[in-house]
């Protein structure tokens, strides 16, 4: 078991250029969620998929900021165009099924995002 | 607006000391408990969590939790601490009803010196 994979583990672009976070969940597991980490809003659930359909994307913060599944092993997050205040660490978690909560929740290790 | 606190964003102890981190939820109705651990540039791991049944959660590497329904709390303790649980600790709540997302808190991030 490879675990959630993300990529890259750390990014630094220049405000106003885009950027793309990659995912790769764990085989099986069918609803993913994307999580920002800062110091000062602690995590936050961006958006989550099920079965490779968005439920809730009420988390993300500005139009600036999508998120696609296409299918069940892949999902990105795009943030176009970044800005300074998107500095921040995106986690990507996995678990098998939305709502059953003997299956944990599995994290990726994270992309550190730097927008200078 | 459903809520999760931790009250501490700190806590320092000396190897071998108990620790408690606190948690507190804003809400009695209907709800799903959990502890995650962050290790330093690592995703988080589930240590406990708590469904149904006994209110007093027995984790991973020693900790255990107790889920108080009158004080909506779900403090994690762990007796005898090692240098090795040195990482940031954070609570989760999933109330009954709502889709499948977790409110998280803010994290504390626990100390253990030698």
């Known amino acids: 078991d490879a675990g959630v994979i993300q990529s890259p583990r750390h990014e630094v672009t220049e405000m106003g250029q885009e950027v793309t976070l990659r995912c790769k969940p764990i085989s099986g597991h069918n609803s993913l969620f994307w999580y920002r980490q800062t110091m000062m809003r602690g995590l936050e659930l961006l958006i989550y998929f099920n079965n490779n359909v968005p439920i809730d994307d009420s988390g993300m913060p500005e139009d600036r900021f999508s998120a696609k599944m296409p299918n069940a092993s892949f999902s990105t997050l795009k943030i176009q165009p970044s800005e300074p205040r998107d500095s921040a660490v995106y986690f990507c978690a996995s678990r098998m099924g939305l709502r059953t909560y003997n299956s944990p929740l599995h994290f990726g290790n994270g992309t550190r995002l730097t927008v200078t | 607006a459903q809520s999760v606190t931790q009250l501490d964003s700190q806590v320092p102890v000396f190897e071998e000391a108990p620790v408690e981190l606190r948690c507190n939820y804003s809400s009695s109705v209907s709800v799903y408990l959990f502890w995650y651990v962050q290790y330093p540039n690592q995703g988080l791991q589930l240590l406990l969590k708590?469904?149904?049944?006994?209110?007093l959660v027995k984790g991973i590497n020693g900790f255990e939790a107790e889920f108080n329904k009158s004080q909506t709390s779900f403090h994690l303790r762990k007796p005898s601490v090692h240098i090795s649980d040195t990482a940031e600790y954070f609570c989760a709540v999933k109330w009954g009803g709502s889709q499948g997302n977790l409110i998280f808190g803010k994290g504390t991030k626990l100390s253990v010196k030698p």
């Open positions: 708590y469904l149904s049944g006994s209110t």
